[in-house]
T-cell receptor, first 116, second 114 residues
Framework: DAGVIQSPRHEVTEMGQEVTLRCKPI?????LFWYRQTMMRGLELLIY????????DSGMPEDRFSAKMPNASFSTLKIQPSEPRDSAVYFC??????????????FGPGTRLTVL | GNSVTQMEGPVTLSEEAFLTINCTYT??????LFWYVQYPGEGLQLLLK?????DKGSNKGFEATYRKETTSFHLEKGSVQVSDSAVYFC?????????????FGDGTTLTVKP
């Protein structure tokens, strides 16, 4: 099993540019999570999907952030326009939701985003 | 709502020392409890878990017991190694909350010195 795949692994961009982060969850998993991690704020849940449907996006910082999951094997997190304070490591995780309870979350290696 | 409180770090130990990282939780219902570990430059990965009261999770010499009476899930290891240096996260998942959402603690950074 390849695990959760994220791309790119590193992204450096300038303020105002659009950034798109990509995630391929583990095959057969039906829940997908986007997290952001910084030294100041720790690990934050941005949004999560069950069966490709967004369930809770209350962690999305503002309208500049959007996420989609067009099918069970792909999700994107987009920031437009990007700002220096968006610099962080963004993680995607997937899990199998059964009986209303999430089991182990499997994290990808993360995308390190730097906005200049 | 659900919450997880874990021992503040950083924690610095010498090799072969005993490790305890405290974790307490608040949840409705009967959550599953997890410890995740994050090595430098990597994503979080499951270290161990327990799904019901009195269960003991164990892996790589680490152990934690699900204590419902004290709402705790403390992580222990008898003899730490330099390679155990990492950030450790306690977490829970509870079907009474938004189905599928887990709650994580703030993480505890462990440094083991030779």
């Amino acid at each position: 099993d390849a695990g959760v795949i994220q791309s790119p692994r590193h992204e450096v961009t300038e303020m105002g540019q659009e950034v798109t982060l990509r995630c391929k969850p583990i095959s057969g998993h039906n829940s997908l999570f986007w997290y952001r991690q910084t030294m100041m704020r720790g690990l934050e849940l941005l949004i999560y999907f069950n069966n490709n449907v967004p369930i809770d996006d209350s962690g999305m910082p503002e309208d500049r952030f959007s996420a989609k999951m067009p099918n069970a094997s792909f999700s994107t997190l987009k920031i437009q326009p990007s700002e220096p304070r968006d610099s962080a490591v963004y993680f995607c995780a997937s899990s199998l939701l059964a009986g209303g309870q999430t089991d182990t979350q499997y994290f990808g290696p993360g995308t390190r985003l730097t906005v200049l | 709502g659900n919450s997880v409180t874990q021992m503040e770090g950083p924690v610095t130990l010498s090799e072969e020392a005993f490790l305890t990282i405290n974790c307490t939780y608040t949840a409705t219902g009967y959550p599953s409890l997890f410890w995740y570990v994050q090595y430098p430059g990597e994503g979080l990965q499951l270290l161990l878990k327990a799904t019901k009261a009195d269960d003991k999770g164990s892996n790589k010499g680490f152990e934690a017991t699900y204590r419902k009476e004290t709402t705790s899930f403390h992580l222990e290891k008898g003899s730490v190694q330099v390679s155990d240096s990492a950030v450790y996260f306690c977490a829970l998942s509870d079907h009474n909350t938004n189905a599928g959402k887990s709650t994580f603690g703030d993480g505890t950074t462990l440094t083991v010195k030779p």
